[in-house]
């Protein structure tokens, strides 16, 4: 095996799924000024919901994943009209509604789904070797899907009418509704586009690892390292420090330990703010 | 004077009638005071968490010996007879939520025996434990918590160190001179002590040996298995981690081209693993020690019992071992004859009885200082390619 080759790919892959969860935060945040702290708990419904399909309803895999993207976008338009809504450009007061609404829903969560583990076996269990690195088929299709995803929601944002409805809500809330954007819209448009990466995401990794009710905490933590580093709102900014945080943890996890690589995540997050406070893409 | 006679007798009458009401109740006061009471007790395992496979069957387990102990009588110290009963706590796998329970456990419910599941877990325990002279008997592999210094802890486990030594001796002879084999276990204090005694025993066979240590929350070992699987180890062993954690590890294993064996030396929910790597991933690899069959009268009790009881498995034969461990409580504190839970430790480590396992009693003075430890051999499975556990071996580990 080509252990540089495995964790040059591994980095990639957890990078990939970093991404999509960092992408709906920064999202969120650039659009609306609203810091979601229970972003992982859609990232864990979207988890949940493919595992249920998938299990219990026997569905197959792919209609699990579109399963849980429209459950984690429904789910987080809801939260949006019931609780965010109110918050719109409070950070202070929206970060605090965040963080008590994810507890909130991660014990629901426990009493709902079980503090057991669960797990379930994907269609690409295939390993094609290259080279000394074994690609493995799940981590290949992340990869590919968050890739083609990205893209798709960077044209979403340059080019579709909606997307510019949001750039505009995202420079002036005001203006932007002087000119006949519904801000309202713009709200619950952003949440269903964030909600349903943050469950792509849950759903691209479930086949991959254990199922648990607090399993949204860990990537949610790493993300928001992801959004500071990237840049608050910048979605190219989250893509590049997505990738960095991914190969960075996926180097010291493998050439050091595990542990180190969380808090030198950390470190490495600190100190670029520190040089820049805006993170990498971020404008002030 | 005859209306006086008339009340000097009404209330005569009365008078009797009090006075055999008052001896009826003396009588039934000092019935009770020979009659059942209640002896609670606690244990304190994960019902929730990475390791939730672990407590139901525990629990199950126990209770099956609370039945079998009732069922003949409770116990009788001094001129009591105590029926058993069981009362659980949800550790979580979690250090933390285990002192929170054993907090409620001895403070508020004022129970004097636990049964505590995990090293870290009794670790965390042992002090509020201690100190309100409670007993604990730990379901760990480590035996840190153990000797002259904790009179009152017990460690109802076998030893993990010794089971990866009973599994190496049977896979040596099918490997290459000085193998490498590669501990993956939890980073806590109990998996950094476990690693070092592992060390030693697999050196002493002819091994080179090093460990790795993840976190009880990590779902994707790749990053930590990339690094292991450059050295090309023979033997992965997996002790301590819970079956959530070493099925994944198994799976991802294989997927990164790993073709050697893998040793399951802490007990193995085979289901769980066969599900995650299929029957070829773990075909060929090893698990100590294999507790099953049970061919004594409380082992068929508890073959034949313990699946009625929710969440009792026959097939999880470790969770035996605290079956055992309460029917030596029992003999403990009938010799005793008090409820004084020093001079029941202290009887323990002297009493003996036949369980499950056969002959029972606590040992490993000559390494402990004190006789604190279940004293077994390790009956060695190789898993089949048909996915099933064939029994290879009895290994005998002098300590």
């Known amino acids: 095996m080509s252990t540089a080759g495995q964790v040059v790919f591994n980095g990639l892959s957890y990078g990939a799924t970093l991404a999509l969860i960092a992408l709906g935060l920064t999202l969120v945040f650039g659009i609306l000024r609203i810091v979601n702290f229970a972003h992982g708990v859609l990232f864990m419904l979207g988890a949940y919901t493919t595992y249920f399909v998938v299990s219990s309803l026997h569905a197959g895999y792919v209609v699990g994943v579109l399963a849980a993207v429209c459950a984690s976008a429904g789910f987080a338009c809801f939260l949006a009209v019931v609780v965010f809504r109110r918050f719109t450009g409070l950070l202070l007061e929206g970060a605090i509604a965040a963080i008590t609404l994810a507890l909130l829903l991660e014990s629901v969560a426990l009493v709902v789904f079980k503090p057991v583990p669960r797990d379930f076996t994907g269609p690409f269990q295939g390993v094609v070797q290259i080279f000394g690195v074994h690609l493995l088929g799940q981590r290949l299709f992340v990869i590919g899907v968050t890739v083609a995803v990205v893209l798709a929601l960077q044209a979403f944002v340059a080019r579709s009418r909606l997307g510019r409805a949001l750039r505009a809500v995202q420079q002036d809330p005001f203006v932007a509704r002087l000119q006949g954007i519904s801000v309202d819209r713009a709200l619950l448009s952003t949440f269903a586009i964030g909600g349903a990466l943050a469950g792509l995401a849950g759903a691209l990794v479930a086949p991959m690892q254990v199922l648990e009710p607090t399993m949204g905490e860990s990537p949610l933590l790493f993300a928001f390292v992801v959004v500071i580093l990237g840049g608050l709102g910048s979605v190219k900014g989250g893509l590049y420090a997505a990738v960095l945080v991914g190969l960075m943890t996926s180097f010291i996890s493998t050439y050091w330990t595990p542990e180190a690589a969380t808090w030198s995540t950390f470190v490495l997050a600190l100190a670029i703010l520190a040089v820049r406070p805006t993170g990498l893409f971020g404008h002030a | 004077m005859q209306r006086s006679i008339r009340q000097r007798a009404r209330l005569g009458v009365a008078g009797a009638a009090l006075a055999a009401s008052v001896a009826a109740l003396a009588v039934c006061a000092a019935g009770a005071s020979s009659a059942t009471s209640t002896l609670t007790i606690g244990v304190i395992a994960p019902f929730s968490g990475p390791a939730a496979a ?57 129970l004097k025996y636990l049964e505590v599941d995990g090293t870290a877990m009794e670790l965390a325990v042992q002090p509020i434990a201690e100190a309100a002279h409670v007993v604990t008997f730990a379901v760990a592999g480590d035996a840190s918590f153990i000797g002259p210094k904790h009179p009152l802890s017990f460690k109802t486990y076998y030893d993990i160190p010794q089971s990866l030594q009973a599994s190496l001796t049977v896979l040596k002879p099918k490997l290459g001179k000085s193998p490498l084999v590669v501990s993956i276990y939890p ?27 993840v976190g009880g929350d990590v779902t ?89 009881i929710s969440g009792g498995d026959p097939t999880q034969g470790w969770s035996v071992l605290p079956f055992d461990n309460l029917l030596l409580l029992k003999v403990a504190l009938e010799k005793a004859g008090t409820l004084d839970t020093e001079r029941v430790a202290s009887m323990l480590g002297k009493v003996s009885t036949t369980g499950a396992l056969g002959h029972l009693t606590y040992g490993g003075g000559k390494v402990y200082g004190l006789n604190r430890t279940f004293v077994i051999d390790y009956p060695v499975a190789m898993i089949t390619a048909a996915g099933t556990l064939k029994k290879v071996a009895t290994i005998h580990i002098s300590s």
Request: aromatic residues 8%; hydrophobic residues 35%; proline residues 6%.
């Open chain 2, 220 to 308: 994707d070992f790749n990053p930590v298995l990339t690094k292991v699987l450059s050295s090309k180890p023979a033997v992965i062993d997996t002790g301590q981690l819970p079956p959530s954690q070493y099925a994944v590890l198994a799976q991802q294993a294989r997927q990164l081209g790993y073709k050697g064996k893998f040793v399951f030396d802490d007990t193995i929910d085979l289901p769980t693993v066969l599900k995650a790597t299929g029957k070829s991933g773990i075909a060929g690899s090893v698990t100590s020690p294999l507790l099953e069959n049970f061919t004594t009268a409380p082992g068929r009790y508890w073959t034949s019992h313990v699946g009625k």
């Open chain 2, 54 to 110: 672990y407590g139901p069957p525990e629990a199950a387990s126990m209770q099956a010996a609370v039945n079998l102990i009732n069922s003949q009588g409770g116990v009788k110290v001094g001129g009591t007879t105590y029926t058993l009963k069981l009362r659980k706590y949800d550790s979580a796998w979690d250090p933390t939520k285990a002192v929170t329970a054993a907090r409620q456990a001895i403070t508020q419910d004022g």
């Open chain 2, 187 to 213: 980073d806590n204090t109990s998996g950094h002590n476990v690693a070092a005694q592992s060390k030693a025993r697999a050196q002493k066979l002819g091994y080179r040996y090093s460990a790795e240590f």
